[in-house]
């Protein structure tokens, strides 16, 4: 059948993009720790803090702020190459640990806590607590949050200094924009953020306010590294070395000095897209990212999905148990922890450092196959046994049988379910977000926390969320309209 080859063809030009994905990762390969010099080394970061580290989406999309100015001077006194990697707070030392990355400058506090998993420079700056409120709110002081829901950054030192206070209710949540949101809609009364990060939210929420309170046990930011990493040292010399020269204090006073830049003026309303019309180039670039990632896996998944029908429909018991275990294990896991587990796991077993896209890639296949291979069982079994009957006494062999027969029927037959599972997988490619691929729904929040606010990108990535699914019903409606007409 012809539509049965052009499926395949299909197929093996996904697989070659996949190769081409894969290999462009081996160039990744792991850095080695010693011999920098000419060498590229991976900073990672958190860029939803700051002015410390942020995307300036209008100009590119580059990582700016006041610790990539350091990393930046660093690199240039040690002879390598910077790259910069951007991914959750709390994924920054799993980062370090497997090796994903060489160093992490995200404002990051050495506790005693992290210590045991990382090493730290010497503190290069220090910053203090601060309550931020809704305006008149009153809370000024730790004690004052008693009986409050008070939301922090997860796996912050925030989170480590509200547990101390005493009465509060703790909510932790990911990206500091959520948390602002959080507090402006009053989800939570108040949120635990450092100083120099809060002026700037102030400064573009006027109905905010914040009080500085008393460092309660660790503070200052440092360099981190995976535990042993030969860097340390040289790191401190260049430390040092900007803190005497007076570099650093030139850098405090570009990025903390002065008033904070604000792109929120007297007449905002509730809603001003206008104050993202300059990033919205940068999320309709996203638009490509999260189509190639969805068509990718869609059509990996619908090979793998056949196999594992096929193996469920066998008479040789082993490739039943297989795909039956299989399915049971990939539909009782949620999507969001496989994810995690491919991303992060894999290096530490392979040693292959993964990109994020080829993670997100594979586990989405590997998801959606358990789900195409059920949809595509059944489309077989409803296929009329006659059929079956028929070709096996006119001596057609079990492959052309299942290959020109049986399955181009059955996948008219589940051609909306198949619709479907796609939709399914479009909007769940959000998912990819978490470990840092830069599609839609990253780059909406990118853009919320650069410029302070949080619902406006989120809207417009949810209408083009929302056009790409619609363009995906149709395209199914008139496949399956040209399907019947050609039958
Ligand atoms: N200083 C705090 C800590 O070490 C918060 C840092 C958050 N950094 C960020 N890039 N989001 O836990």
Not at 29 to 58: C, H, K, N
Not at 196 to 219: C, Q, R, S, V, W
Request: hydrophobic fraction near 45%.
């Amino acid at each position: 059948m012809k539509k049965l080859r052009l499926l395949f063809t299909i197929s093996f030009a996904a697989i070659v993009a996949l190769f081409i994905v894969v290999s462009d990762g081996i160039n990744n390969r792991i850095a080695a720790q010693t011999e920098y010099a000419g060498r590229t080394l991976v900073m990672v970061t958190s860029a939803d803090y700051p002015p410390y580290e942020f995307r300036d989406t209008a100009a590119g999309n580059e990582i700016i702020g006041f610790d990539v100015d350091i990393a930046n001077y660093i690199a240039q006194e040690l002879e390598f190459e910077l790259k910069i990697q951007d991914t959750d707070f709390s994924g920054i030392i799993p980062a370090l640990q497997s090796q994903r990355a060489d160093f992490a400058m995200a404002g990051m506090t050495p506790t005693e806590e992290r210590r045991q998993n990382v090493d730290f420079s010497d503190i290069y700056y220090e910053a203090k607590n601060t309550i931020v409120a809704l305006n008149g709110s009153n809370l000024q002081q730790p004690e004052d949050l008693a009986g409050k829901r008070v939301g922090v950054q997860l796996g912050s030192t925030q989170e480590t200094a509200a547990k101390e206070f005493k009465g509060v209710t703790i909510v932790p949540l990911n990206r500091t924009g959520e948390i602002i949101q959080e507090v402006k809609s009053k989800r939570i009364d108040a949120a635990i953020i450092e100083d120099t990060i809060a002026a700037g939210f102030i400064a573009n929420n006027p109905d905010l306010e914040f009080n500085t309170i008393e460092n309660t046990g660790e503070a200052g930011s440092a360099i981190a590294f995976s535990r042993g990493s030969p860097l340390v040292a040289d790191f401190n010399r260049v430390l040092q070395q900007m803190q005497s020269s007076g570099e650093i204090d030139r850098l405090v006073n570009k990025w903390f000095g002065g008033e904070p830049e604000t792109t929120a003026t007297a007449s905002d309303s509730t809603f001003s897209f206008v104050r993202i019309a300059p990033s919205i180039p940068f999320i309709l670039r996203g638009i490509l990212v999260t189509l190639q990632f969805t068509a990718l896996s869609a059509i990996l998944g619908f090979i793998w999905g056949t196999i594992l029908s096929l193996f469920k429909i066998s008479t040789f018991k082993p490739l039943v148990w297989f795909a039956t275990a299989y399915t049971s294990i990939f539909r009782g896991t949620p999507l969001l922890l496989q994810i995690a587990l491919v991303y992060y796991a894999t290096p530490q077993i392979t040693g292959y450092n993964i990109p994020a896209l080829l993670a997100g890639v594979i586990t989405f296949t590997l998801n959606s196959g358990a789900y195409i291979s059920e949809t595509i069982r059944g489309g077989i079994l409803a296929v009329d046994k006659g059929q079956r009957e028929a070709a096996l006494s006119l001596g057609v062999p079990y492959r052309p049988m299942m290959l020109d027969i049986i399955l181009p029927q059955a996948i008219k037959n589940i051609l909306p379910a198949l619709v479907n599972e796609s939709i399914a997988l479009l909007k769940d490619s959000a998912l990819v977000s978490t470990i840092g691929v830069a599609d839609l729904l990253r780059r909406a929040q990118i853009v919320g926390a650069e410029r302070y606010i949080y619902f406006e990108p989120l809207i417009v990535a949810g209408v083009i969320y929302y056009l790409m699914v619609m363009s995906l019903t149709w395209g199914g409606y008139a496949l399956e309209r040209r399907l019947q007409r050609s039958s």
